[in-house]
C-alpha cells in the first residue's frame, strides 16, 4: 500500500491559479508513474494530467495550455500547477499513484481528495 497525501486546494477567482502537491509513502521501490483526476458533482472521475516515471506527460484537453504537471522523484511528489482556472475546473482532485512495492507487488493507489472551487 502507498499512502498519498494531497495539498494546495481552495477557493479561487476564475482566471486564478493554484498550486496542487501530493506525496506518496510507503514500501515503494519505484514510482512508475503519478497523476491527478477530478470528479464534478454528478459527472464521473476523469484524468487531468499524469506523468510517468520517464516524464513523459499526458494531458486532459480541456486544460491543455493551463495545467502544468511536475514531479520531484526524489521527494516522491507530484505537483500540478493550474493557471487561468476556470469555473468547469471546480471539482474534488484526486491524487494517483502506480508503483513497484519491494515486496514485489504493484500499488495503484489513490489520495482522499483535495477541493478546488473556482468561483467569483
Known amino acids: 500500500q502507498v499512502q498519498l497525501v494531497e495539498s494546495g486546494g481552495g477557493l479561487v477567482q476564475p482566471g486564478g491559479a493554484l498550486r496542487l502537491s501530493c506525496t506518496a509513502s510507503g514500501n515503494i521501490f519505484i514510482i512508475n508513474a503519478m497523476g491527478w483526476y477530478r470528479q464534478a458533482p454528478g459527472k464521473q472521475r476523469e484524468l487531468v494530467a499524469a506523468?510517468?516515471?520517464?516524464?513523459?506527460?499526458n494531458y486532459a484537453d480541456s486544460v491543455k495550455g493551463r495545467f502544468t504537471i511536475s514531479r520531484d522523484n526524489a521527494k516522491n511528489t507530484v505537483y500540478l500547477q493550474m493557471n487561468s482556472l476556470k469555473p468547469e475546473d471546480t471539482a474534488v482532485y484526486y491524487c494517483n499513484v502506480e508503483a513497484l512495492l519491494y515486496s514485489g507487488s504493484t500499488a495503484d493507489d489513490w489520495g482522499r481528495g483535495t477541493q478546488v472551487t473556482v468561483s467569483s
Open positions: 506523468i510517468r516515471n520517464s516524464g513523459s506527460t
